[in-house]
């Protein structure tokens, strides 16, 4: 039976990943030995920029602070949104009402702007076909992960769905994938899939190497660290079998 997973995330990474028992239940008939699939949520599976950009514009207007560029607030898909809050301007005394004002704007209406991707959901059918343990790993608030990715249909193609803490909680991508790894102690070769350079850090911090997608919100050259790239979904289940064919477990 799926089910998805609520994580608590430590406040430190670990050296070595913790052996606990797993939080996760996958469906592989041999959890222990199955390849590992993470996955980030915004900019790889969903096209969720419209949803976040606006509810981000209007964080800045409720404090009276100019809005950001176009580009800048697209920057702000992917990352920890307190860390793209401070890069872009907003005062330290100010964050947690900008949190608090993105929260008010964003629970409003903003998932409803969002998409699954063309070909996401076969790409995720095609990879449990293929015996791979699934799960999402992503900086997204694990309450806002939940409910995205219930409304794409996706919780239903996963074995878990690893979230960040709540916004104004300091977190960081190696984190999430630390706490995502831990629900699947003695797993075999696993690559993390993503779209931002903090997908490709937060993997290697782990030791996991890492798939860059083309589609999602990366600036030029900013996937230059990943360990190979996709450039479309319907490739993505041959591009993430070959890595982690040449990944030891």
């Not at 799960?135 to 694990?142: D, F, G, I, M």
């Not at 960081?172 to 984190?175: D, F, N, T």
């Given at each position: ?25 996958p ?12 996955l ?27 809005v ?63 015996g ?11 309450v ?20 960040a ?6 977190s960081?991508?190696?984190?999430v994938?630390?706490?995502a ?16 350079s ?19 919100y ?32």
């Open positions: 039976m799926h089910v998805t997973t609520h994580a608590t995330l430590p406040t430190t990474l670990p050296t070595t990943l913790p052996t606990t028992t797993p939080t996760a239940t469906t592989t008939t041999d959890p222990s030995a199955a390849p590992v699939v993470l980030d949520l915004d900019g790889t599976l969903s096209e969720s920029a419209p949803g976040i950009t606006g509810s981000v514009a209007a964080a800045y207007g409720s404090l009276g602070l100019p950001p560029s176009a580009a800048a607030l697209r920057s702000f898909v992917g990352p920890p949104l307190q860390d793209s809050l401070r890069a872009h301007g907003v005062p330290e005394d100010l964050v947690p009402a900008a949190l608090a004002a993105y929260r008010a704007h964003y629970d409003a209406g903003a998932l409803r702007e969002t998409r699954a991707y063309p070909g996401v959901l076969d790409a995720l059918r095609a990879l449990r076909a293929a791979c343990t699934l799960l999402v790993a992503t900086s997204k608030p694990q806002r992960a939940d409910p995205v990715c219930a409304y794409l249909g996706i919780d239903a193609l996963v074995d878990g769905v690893f979230g803490p709540p916004d104004d909680v300091p960081s991508k190696a984190l994938v630390a706490a790894l831990a629900s699947v102690p003695g797993h075999g070769p696993t690559v993390m899939v993503g779209d931002r903090h997908d490709v850090v937060g993997a290697h911090a782990n030791g996991v190497r890492c798939l860059g997608v083309t589609w999602g990366a600036e030029p050259g900013e996937l230059a660290e990943a360990d190979a790239l996709v450039d479309d979904t319907d490739d993505l289940p041959r591009a993430a079998l070959e890595l982690l064919a040449r990944t030891p477990a």
